[in-house]
């Protein structure tokens, strides 16, 4: 299915992952110009990226970007069961896959690279960059899960007889948890648009999908200073569902050369869905001017490739003077 509409072309495509899952991909690109760089979303836990992330993809698009997005498996319009994750390592890994299949495509190969995750996305963000760290050009980092809540979190003896219980009943629903549509989004508008949404997950967290996020969220909160790649972290100041104080701590701790952090008082969770319109306005100005400022200054990442592509032919070059010499 593809559409135009004003200055954006919407594009959607199903693909099969390497366990033989359909999997939901979509583009947003400019219509009218050449892309400026790609941006790779990565949507949040039990969202989409389709109509929950439209907003977001449509304002990047309309500013330049080419914006890629997939569905995880059992989120959104993918197939798996629904809200379920049996293995993050594997999720990453689709979407390392279908990311770096759109990067080789010929128009794209000259073109940076970067990836914006929100919420869980974050978190995938993240991975993405450990698994191939030359791979990506830079990070948009959004209220990212680095750690869960405490608010959000059972107390530590539930956590542990339900990472027992994962073993033997894995989908089912019984983590206790509070309504994190009502504390995510801010504007009971969008609290209502999410509910009415059917490719949100709605039920309560599953057993090994709670136990996949909360060991992931354990181990990159352990590995705040392997980050290397240039990112911009944004977080509400009164987010209640992953927290601040982390994301500063990623700033604060990442080995990255070139980082930034914004921290937004008086906002929630959901900066580029759920807050009031002059809000989200005040994010994307932020997100913006950042991804302006990386496609501006020129890909270094292109240019090291491009010099090793160079080094290893020179010997082959030289070879052939040699012998058109003789």
């Not at 128009?107 to 698994?131: D, Q, Y």
Request: aromatic letters at 10%.
């Amino acid at each position: 299915m593809a559409h135009e509409t004003g200055s954006v072309k919407y594009e959607e495509e199903f693909i099969l992952n390497p366990r033989r899952l359909k999997l939901f991909t979509c583009r947003w690109l400019p219509a009218n110009q050449e892309p400026k760089a790609l941006v790779f979303i990565c949507h949040g836990y039990a969202m989409e990226c389709s109509i929950s992330m439209q907003g977001t993809a449509t304002r990047l698009a309309k500013a330049g970007f080419a914006v890629y997005g997939m569905d995880y498996e059992g989120h959104g319009k993918s197939a798996g069961l629904d809200g379920f994750v049996p293995s993050f390592d594997d999720l990453v890994g689709d979407c390392a896959e279908h990311f770096t299949k759109v990067c080789e495509r010929q128009e794209n190969k000259r073109k940076m690279r970067f990836v914006l995750g929100e919420s869980m996305g974050g978190a995938v963000a993240l991975l993405l960059n450990w698994l191939k760290p030359e791979f990506w050009d830079g990070a948009v980092l959004v209220a990212p899960m680095c750690k869960i809540a405490d608010d959000m979190k059972p107390n530590p003896f539930v956590i542990s007889v339900l990472n027992k219980l994962s073993k033997f009943i894995p989908t089912w629903k019984i983590i206790p948890t509070a309504d994190i549509i009502d504390a995510a989004f801010r504007e009971p508008e969008v609290r209502k648009e999410i509910r009415a949404n059917p490719y949100c997950y709605k039920g309560r967290p599953r057993l090994k999908t709670g136990y996949e996020l909360l060991r992931i969220s354990t181990n990159i909160e352990k590995k705040l200073n392997q980050v290397s790649l240039p990112f911009i972290v944004l977080h509400g100041q009164d987010d209640k569902v992953t927290d601040p104080s982390v994301s500063k701590l990623l700033y604060q701790s990442a080995s990255s050369q070139d980082k930034t952090f914004k921290l937004y008082p008086g906002m929630w969770h959901s900066l580029t869905y759920g807050e009031t319109a002059e809000n989200i306005d005040l994010v994307f100005v932020d997100i913006i001017d950042w991804l302006d400022q990386k496609a501006a200054y020129g890909n270094s990442r292109l240019e090291r490739e491009q010099k090793s592509e160079s080094d290893d032919q020179k010997p082959q070059d030289d070879s052939h003077k040699k012998l058109g010499s003789k």
